[in-house]
T-cell receptor, first 113, second 113 residues
């Protein structure tokens, strides 16, 4: 089944404790992206990647890192999480770029205390 | 810089009535436009997109949208809504000159019996 998977789905952590949210797709897609969703703010793009070893900043990249060492994986790294990073995070992928249909993962709900 | 405004945060409408969800964008270059839907507790899925060509775009589930360049709008319409259309709808824009995607803050569609 074609899908985007994210792990973990729920995470509660404390300020400053490094964490990684994994994202994997099995569709051989080139474009992958991370978003955060906050009430009243909609979705905001954090980082995106056009292909392996190619990443670029979205609208709200501060406090986040990403890497794209393999085509299927696009982990989101919070090296020193803070409470303002409490949010619902979505990973998405599309075949060649943002003009193709993006397929979204189920979301990761992160709480930083 | 590109931006998206969804003029209504919530829209109540009676079942089987028509609905229009409004979206305006701001950009100095040509754009690609999208509407995504998020059903409760799910990720997003693409309803329709405008890349070029005909300004009237038809999507899934009976939705359509019209690109109006002079008014910088991309309003979403459905002639007759059903209870299953209860969801949050997001308009998104991407400029032709880069690969970022900017989402609006979303419009919650409430279907009244």
């Amino acid at each position: 089944e074609a899908q985007v998977t994210q792990n973990p789905r729920y995470l509660i952590t404390v300020t400053g404790k490094k964490l990684t949210v994994t994202c994997s797709q099995n569709m051989n897609h080139e474009y992958m992206s991370w978003y955060r969703q906050d009430p009243g703010l909609g979705l905001r793009q954090i980082y995106y990647s056009m292909n392996v070893e190619v990443t670029d900043k979205g609208d709200v990249p501060e406090g986040y890192k990403v890497s794209r060492k393999e085509k299927r994986n696009f982990p989101l790294i919070l090296e020193s999480p803070s409470p303002n990073q409490t949010s619902l995070y979505f990973c998405a992928s599309s075949s060649r770029g943002r003009t193709d249909t993006q397929y979204f993962g189920p979301g990761t709900r992160l709480t930083v205390l | 810089a590109q931006s998206v405004t969804q003029l209504d945060s919530q829209v109540p409408v009676f079942e089987e009535a028509p609905v229009e969800l409004r979206c305006n964008y701001s950009s100095s270059v040509s754009v690609y436009l999208f509407w995504y839907v998020q059903y409760p507790n799910q990720g997003l899925q693409l309803l329709l997109k405008y890349l070029s060509g005909s300004t009237l775009v038809k999507g899934i589930n009976g939705f359509e949208a019209e690109f109006n360049k002079s008014q910088t709008s991309f309003h979403l319409r459905k002639p007759s809504v059903h209870i299953s259309d209860t969801a949050e709808y997001f308009c998104a824009v991407s400029e032709s000159r880069d690969d970022k995607i900017i989402f609006g803050k979303g419009t919650r569609l409430h279907i009244l019996p």
